[in-house]
């Protein structure tokens, strides 16, 4: 091994072993191979840094095969370079095969750029989600129905790409869903993943729809498995509802102010039902103040000196009419229709328009 290295350092040190140098330089063409490897050799990372890359080592090779053929006539040239050209090829057409492979079809390329770009949502992550729903793109005829109240299953996730959804329960209508909006994300935010719910709104197609559906338990596994997609979709979700919400502020109420939205199960249980009717004892408190507010008073006879003795005020030995009282310091919408006949008037409803909440709504 020392006799080895030592030959190498002898060798080194005493120079080349060359006779004579050429005195004509090579041909243009080797020139230009090595120009082409240089750039090559320059080139970035990722798919187009290695198309550079590739793209200019396999045209200095192949220029280098030229000047081996032509100039030097030599095999051990030749061949090396057309092995070095072929292998760039080669990689040209992997590269340009894994680019026709990543290709989305242009629904889902315009959901990326829309919804997931502005987010730095990752390509490859953002190809999980839509392998999750097969990369389909279903339809809905006009006045189609997505699900009916009280019927449909809560089975699935939708976003809407095209169109327009009116939701409405009951018959009345509520809001509407525009594109790239989630149309069921109250329902699926609403149940566990071991829970199962129908829809308690109707979801009506206006015009010609196109919307993404990705299954409840393939969604589930998927986000169970991928924290960054959990936290991606809680976030477009809770947007989502929170936009639903904005927009049944002003349609939907209880009737001391707060609003909610009736889609999400835990609040339709206290606007849904109508509120038990009042006993007699509110009633006839009701019917007193009617009248004392509405009836003057009469005029007693001169001669009668003596007036009978007053009864006590029933607040003071009826606890239920006590507290029937109580809830009048804050009466509802009726009672103050009957004190205020202006207010009654500035309040009246269009005769045929539905009412935008339940009319009898309990209290909190």
Request: charged share 20%.
């Amino acid at each position: 091994m020392s006799a080895n290295s030592s030959t190498v350092g002898q060798r080194l040190l005493q120079g080349p072993v060359c006779i004579g140098w050429k005195q004509d330089l090579e041909g243009a063409v080797y020139h230009l191979a090595n120009c082409f490897l240089l750039l090559g050799f320059m080139g970035g990372s990722g798919v187009y840094g290695c198309f550079y890359l590739f793209g200019f080592l396999g045209t200095g090779y192949l220029c280098c095969v030229l000047w081996g053929w032509f100039d030097a006539c030599s095999l051990d040239i030749v061949l090396w370079s057309f092995l070095l050209t072929t292998a760039c090829l080669l990689q040209l057409a992997h590269l340009v095969y894994r680019l026709h492979e990543d290709v989305l079809p242009e629904e889902f390329e315009l959901l990326y750029r829309t919804l997931c770009l502005p987010l730095q949502v990752p390509l490859q992550a953002y190809k999980e989600i839509v392998h999750c729903c097969e990369e389909q793109v279903l339809t809905l005829a006009t006045e189609q129905t997505y699900a009916v109240e009280g019927e449909t299953p809560i089975n699935r996730l939708s976003l809407l790409l095209s169109g327009r959804i009116r939701v409405s329960q009951d018959g009345q209508f509520l809001h509407y869903i525009f594109p790239y909006q989630f149309m069921d994300s109250p329902e699926w935010e609403s149940l566990r993943p071991s829970e199962e719910g129908v829809f308690q709104v109707t979801l009506t197609a206006e015009t010609a729809c196109s919307y993404i559906s990705w299954p409840r338990r393939s969604l589930h596994l998927l986000l169970a498995k991928e924290r960054y997609l959990s936290r991606l979709f809680s976030a477009l979700l809770g947007y989502d509802i929170s936009e639903k919400l904005y927009g049944l502020n002003e349609k939907l109420f209880a009737k001391f102010g707060l609003r909610f939205d009736i889609r999400l199960p835990s609040l339709y249980h206290v606007l849904g039902p109508a509120a038990p009717d009042p006993g007699p004892e509110s009633t006839e408190d009701e019917e007193d103040v009617h009248q004392a507010a509405g009836s003057p008073p009469r005029a007693t006879p001169t001669k009668i000196r003596q007036t009978p003795p007053c009864s006590p005020p029933p607040a003071a030995t009826d606890p239920p009419a006590a507290a029937s009282r109580a809830r009048m310091s804050r009466p509802d919408s009726g009672v103050l229709a009957s004190r205020t006949p202006l207010q009654s008037c500035s309040q009246a409803r269009p005769m045929g328009q539905a009412p935008l909440a339940p009319v009898h709504t309990p209290e909190l």
